[in-house]
């Protein structure tokens, strides 16, 4: 009974990932694109902790809810559509895209039947989580704290670029960009 | 294994206590609205209002507008109202009476606050609707500006649990709460919660001064699924702080599960009193208050139970 609820959640989340994934570049609209993409990796997430890793599922959801909402809103800023419900087409260069798509797809799928995967039962989620916690901060430390770093000072490059205190003042207040010699005339 | 009720008994459980924890709710934010303006209180009508507008939303015509995203108008107040089930779930009455206790806990009730911004993001987007456009926008900017201090003032708790799971934080809690452990930690909470739900002063996203925000065109059951919803994330907001920050089940004298509906109902107090007694505040303050303040200050936090645990 226990083994057939599993197999039907899993079956659940699997099939309704792959779905909503290949609903994102059906429809016809940014934001439902980008809540397609978030419910097809709330599925993955699922799948993750039905696997015992309970935590890499969860923080995937928790990562992806704040991404999607950033993606969709920086999308619709950028497109200049207001609210992204203006009908638009969500794929580009539709032939090469059919292939990419279809060849990534027959590639990634064909790996269970090429690759000899360990015979290993999974060990528990606490065990799990405890695991992961070892191997950030004991064998692989330097690279995520290299990464984590290099991530943070893009952040704040990120963060200054942005800001509407430019070097000619605040980006609200119409400013003048100065003369090239000092007690020149601004420009403008 | 740790400990997970039956499917069918958590859903009718955790169903149950939301249900009466929005009812519970609702009458104690009128009960604090009266004491506040000084009104004479009707202990027969203050119990009966909640049922009596419920009741009238539910006899109202519902409304729809033009071109609206129909599927995700109707599924905004579900996810809403699951994910406080779900962030209500990981609330344990007692050390062995819990809907579900993950080793993962703490980061599944994370998970649930982090989607509450897709479900109101969701509500105010598909009616196709200006106002209801701007409540999302605007609870976008709050939810991303209260997500880091949100993570890293429940983070402090995990500290002294050594342990993910809610259960492990609250059973860490024995002898010192984490009230007293981490002074800065549950007036970080309250902050946060009361955005979480966007009650009182952080009521942004639904606010008057945007006809109602996100449910201005929303009317009858949507409308009362959408608070509804609404106030079960509060009781869960305050369900959590009571397990986390003010030792759950431990007390003397009354058994586990009181103490944890006794602390809920006090959060909530001070919760809802909040609506009546502070102002708005602007969305422009609350971003700067919360990456200025509030995120130094849960960092300091995490810094200072890290090293007293040293």
Redesign the interface.
Known sequence: MNGL?TDGVFWLFAVGSVVTAFRVFRTDSM??AA?FL?ASFAGVGGILALLGA??LG??L???M??E???M??VMVMFMMNP???NPMWMVHQHRVAVVAGAGSFLALASLPFVVDLPDRPAP???EA?AELGTELLGGSMLVFQTAGVTLLSAMIGAVVIAHRNGRFGEAEQGSLEPALEPPGEEKG | MRDYASPGVAIVAVGAILVAGVYVLAVLDRLLGMIVAGTSIRLGALLAEPVQSGALLVLQERRTTERPDAAGWALAPALFGGLAAVALAMVPLDRDIVAADPATGFVVFSAAIAMVMIAIYLHGWSPNSAFALHGAYRYGAQALSFQIPFLLAMLATALPAESLSIVDIVDAQKSVWNVVREPAGLPLYLVVGVAVSFWGPLNLPDAADLAGGTVVEDSGLDRLLWKGARAAMLVAVAAMGAAVFLGGWWGPWLPGPAWVVLKTVALLVVLLASGHLLARVRIEQFVFVSWVLLIPLALLNVFVSGALLL
């Open positions: 609820i934001m439902r809540f978030l309970e935590f969860m923080v959801i928790l990562m809810a704040g999607m909402l950033v969709a809103i609210a992204g419900l528990r989620p606490e989580t």
